[in-house]
T-cell receptor, first 112, second 112 residues
Framework: DTGVSQNPRHKITKRGQNVTFRCDPI?????LYWYRQTLGQGPEFLTY????????KSRLLSDRFSAERPKGSFSTLEIQRTEQGDSAMYLC??????????FGPGTRLTVL | QQQVKQSPQSLIVQKGGISIINCAYENTAFDYFPWYQQFPGKGPALLIA?????SEKKEGRFTISFNKSAKQFSLHIMDSQPGDSATYFC???????????FGTGTLLAVQP
């Protein structure tokens, strides 16, 4: 396994623009999670997929956020009409069934 | 009830000393308690984890102590090394999704 990969690693955007992040989980991991981490805080759960089905979304995930996992492989997280408060590290993790969650390196988003 | 409280916020230890980080939880449905290590600009990496059927787990220099009745668990790092300097997060999970609830983190600095 090559580990969880995330792209891009860094994204700088202007307020009001849309951004999309990609996560490639460890192959054959059926569970995929998105978390958000702000400076000096622990990661906070955003959403969870089991295969292609999005089974839980946090109240942190406003209507401007949408996530997909087509075919149960890679996942994308899109933020529409970005706000300065969206600036954070967006982390993806994957696991096999209820096993250990392995995290990717994250995408650092800066909204100007 | 979903919170995981972590202390101390920061810790300075001399090389060769013992680092101790504590966490407490409220939700008795939690059944998995991992510790993650995070270096600046990187995603969290699993260090060691425990389930509530055991009171202690040791892996090399890292030990988790678990007190189910007190709903507390702690990480002990023996013979702390400068390379251990990082942020440590405790977490807890349980239920169908297994989403992780993280503590606020402890910034550990091991002085040579």
């Amino acid at each position: 396994d090559t580990g969880v990969s995330q792209n891009p690693r860094h994204k700088i955007t202007k307020r009001g623009q849309n951004v999309t992040f990609r996560c490639d989980p460890i192959s054959e991991h059926n569970r995929l999670y998105w978390y958000r981490q702000t400076l000096g805080q622990g990661p906070e759960f955003l959403t969870y997929f089991q295969n292609e089905a999005q089974l839980e979304k946090s109240r942190l995930l406003s209507d401007r956020f949408s996530a997909e996992r087509p075919k149960g492989s890679f996942s994308t997280l899109e933020i529409q009409r970005t706000e300065q408060g969206d600036s954070a590290m967006y982390l993806c993790a994957s696991s096999h069934s209820s096993g250990t969650q392995y995290f990717g390196p994250g995408t650092r988003l800066t909204v100007l | 009830q979903q919170q995981v409280k972590q202390s101390p916020q920061s810790l300075i230890v001399q090389k060769g000393g013992i680092s101790i980080i504590n966490c407490a939880y409220e939700n008795t449905a939690f059944d998995y308690f991992p510790w993650y290590q995070q270096f600046p600009g990187k995603g969290p990496a699993l260090l060691i984890a425990i389930r509530p059927d055991v009171s202690e787990k040791k892996e090399g220099r890292f030990t988790i102590s678990f007190n189910k009745s007190a709903k507390q668990f702690s990480l002990h790092i023996m013979d702390s090394q400068p390379g251990d300097s990082a942020t440590y997060f405790c977490a807890a999970s349980g239920g169908a999704t297994n989403k992780l609830i993280f503590g606020t983190g402890t910034l550990l600095a091991v002085q040579p």
